[in-house]
């Protein structure tokens, strides 16, 4: 089978390079192409389509076929987290279709787009999170999405485009259109909602189309891609490991095995001599509080730490990245008025003190990054802690600031002492630069203003109002 497609597609431009007549466009087709990287940074090359078959991957010049991924189909109804009648089928009417870019490739393109190719060391990161318009029936929530200025991923996906990075990761929560926007609600009428891919070509393929095409991306699961809300569009479309039946959250019974996967590094090449990688943890599921000893969750998590450990003994270097800060901060209203400041999450923190009850990391674990809280934070400690940077603040609709300075007493961790704490919410987006001896990592706002400053090495992070 595979042996006739290619001499099927090989025929075909044979004809168009002898005759002059144009091999068939599928351009038109082809709802997205990107690449996406996974276990050991393998390069994989994604496209979504609503044509009838793959198109074909162009690796130095070879044409191969793409295989599909996951088939056009409408999943029948399963239980959310929305109501039923606020919740409808999944529609995915498009072939998600993928291919493994051969190491060394210097050059791929699906159609007429050139694939975004990671380079042997990649020095410049574009970090963004929580990025999607918030339609939800619960809190009676319903973000302007028709405007482009209450609902800027659009405007911060342009901005972080102009940085060239060389890398994209983005730390979770792409969806958000979970219910239908109320007829009296006219800066979101007509949205599509579910969790089908109307929605998801919304909400994140199309405003993320041109970041899309300038860098291959790291795509780090958070809660609202658990298999009750848009699970199946994340296994379908974005998950970088093979989509298999029983794991692709379309039922109820199967969530233990959909809602859950198991932590895989990307390397980052070595610069200055320092071997650096990113680790992605799938934190998607993970509660604000510490998990009974006889949860499910339990030993699956305790697993999941210890595989951490064993991929940070493997570089110099390490970026823990998921969804949920574990040191970082959030504010939450009192009923009496007030704020309260919320420590990290309190799971992860209880699961990683069994490892490592002081740290919570391994030593060689230098910095974690994360979303879910929507705003920017960066935290440094005067204690033996890693540094924390949530990047929570692409879009989606922004949460109450963290007042600053801090109380004395306010920390993400009991017996953590914070040395610096900033955080800001407005929309944006997170950079880390790459030198021989440092990391520059700033946060930037749609204007392209520069909210923060840090220098980050193996051994301490510092944080300025200002660029160097």
């Keep these: 089978m595979k042996l006739s497609v290619l001499m099927s597609v090989s025929s075909l431009l044979l004809l ?6 144009r091999a068939p466009d599928q351009d038109a087709e082809l709802k997205a192409r990107w690449v996406v990287l996974g276990e050991n940074g393998q390069a994989i090359a994604r496209a979504i389509t609503s044509a009838a078959s793959c198109p074909a991957l162009v690796q130095d010049g070879v044409v191969l076929p793409m295989t599909v991924r996951a088939a056009a189909a409408t999943e029948a109804q399963r239980k959310t987290a929305s109501k039923s009648e606020i919740s409808k ?24 787009q050139t694939l975004a190719l990671p380079p042997a060391a990649i020095e410049k990161i574009v970090v963004i999170g929580d990025s999607g318009c918030r339609l939800k029936a619960a809190d009676n929530y319903y973000q302007p999405c028709n405007d482009s200025e209450k609902w800027a991923f659009r405007s911060m996906i342009a901005k972080a485009a ?21 007829d009296d609600h006219p800066e979101c009428a007509g949205s599509p909602w579910g969790y089908g891919w109307d929605t998801w070509h919304a909400d994140f393929f199309d405003p993320a189309a041109a970041l899309l095409k300038t860098a291959p991306w790291v795509m780090v699961r958070g809660n609202h891609e658990s298999c009750a809300r848009a699970g199946q569009g994340w296994w379908r479309l974005l998950d970088p490991r ?10 109820e019974s199967n969530d233990l095995r959909g809602d859950y996967s198991a932590p895989y590094a990307v390397p980052l090449g070595r610069v200055g001599g320092e071997l650096a990688q990113i680790i992605v943890f799938d934190s998607a599921k993970v509660p604000n509080k ?4 006889d949860d499910p969750a339990y030993p699956i998590y305790r697993e999941q730490i210890q595989t951490v450990d064993r991929l940070a003994g493997t570089a110099d270097f390490n970026l823990f990245i998921e969804h949920h800060p574990v040191l970082g901060l959030a504010v939450e209203k009192k009923r009496s008025g007030g704020l309260d400041v919320k420590p990290g999450n309190a799971a992860l923190q209880a699961l990683l003190q069994e490892v490592h009850p002081q740290r919570l990391f391994a030593a060689n674990i230098h910095a974690t990054i994360a979303g879910h809280v929507h705003l920017f934070e960066a935290l440094t400690f005067a204690t033996d802690h890693p540094t924390q940077f949530v990047s929570g603040n692409g879009g989606s609709s922004l949460d109450t600031p963290v007042p600053q300075p801090l109380a004395a007493d306010v920390t993400p961790f ?6 610096h704490f900033s955080n800001s919410n407005e929309v944006g987006f997170m950079t880390m630069e790459r030198y021989v001896d440092h990391w520059q990592v700033r946060a930037w706002n749609l204007q392209g203003k520069v909210l923060r400053t840090c220098r980050m090495t193996a051994k301490q992070t510092d944080c ?3 660029t160097p």
């Design 16 to 21: 168009s390079a002898c005759t002059g007549i």
């Design 89 to 112: 089928p999944s529609a995915f009417p498009v072939l998600t279709c993928e291919a493994v870019i051969a190491a060394g490739t210097k050059q791929a393109r699906i159609g007429s």
């Design 162 to 182: 102009q940085f060239k990075p060389d890398l994209v990761v983005h730390v979770g929560d792409y969806h958000y259109r979970e219910n239908p926007c109320p």
């Design 242 to 251: 093979p989509l298999q039946a029983g794991r692709d959250c379309n039922l």
């Design 290 to 293: 510490a998990l009974a000893l």
């Design 414 to 419: 009991a017996g953590a002492k914070v040395a």
């Design 464 to 466: 300025d109002a200002t």
